[in-house]
């Protein structure tokens, strides 16, 4: 023990490389990102590490889910997008008012819903115009809109 602290044993690397400890491997500096801080100039952990928990990290923080969740999603929607049925599952959908996950779309999908707003009504007009019947008010007074029936 050093000041307190219990210090691990050293793993022998070969020069040029560097031993991470979360996958027990020796890789070389390339695959490390640079911390200014850190004795050896290197993070704790390597790159592909690293990203493994910042994507756990992120669904844990952002919508309250593990990846475990997230993948069993995937598998109850057999692997594709539940709005297009075409494009693989990536991105997690929510509902930005209460928060609940809704389902893990397609990044087309998935933005599609965002800049509607995630407004229904919305997207109703979109498929009524998508479907050529427009959205073509009557002007009934100053301000007031009337739909056609």
């Known amino acids: 023990m050093a000041r ?13 490389h560097k031993f991470c400890r979360r ?4 890789k070389p500096f390339e695959e490390w990102d640079r911390n200014r801080s850190a004795s050896d100039g290197f993070s704790t952990r390597c790159k592909a590490c690293r990203v493994v928990e910042s994507r756990a990290s992120h669904l844990r ?5 593990t990846e475990t969740d997230r993948e069993a ?6 692997g594709l997008c539940v709005i297009c049925l ?4 990536i991105h997690v959908d929510h509902c930005h008012e209460t928060g609940r996950v809704r389902g893990v779309l ?11 707003g995630d407004d229904p009504g919305t997207l109703r007009r979109a498929i009524a115009y998508l479907e050529g019947n427009a959205w073509k008010p009557i002007l009934v007074a100053p301000g007031v809109y009337q ?3």
Do not use: D, H
């Open 4 to 16: 307190g602290f219990r210090v691990r044993p050293r793993v022998p690397v070969a020069e040029g």
């Open 73 to 78: 999603m995937v598998a109850s929607q057999m």
């Open 86 to 89: 075409a494009a693989p599952p």
């Open 23 to 26: 996958c027990n491997t020796a």
């Open 147 to 149: 739909l056609p029936s």
């Open 106 to 116: 397609c990044f087309n999908c998935n933005s599609a819903i965002g800049k509607l």
């Open 61 to 65: 923080r952002r919508y309250g889910i």
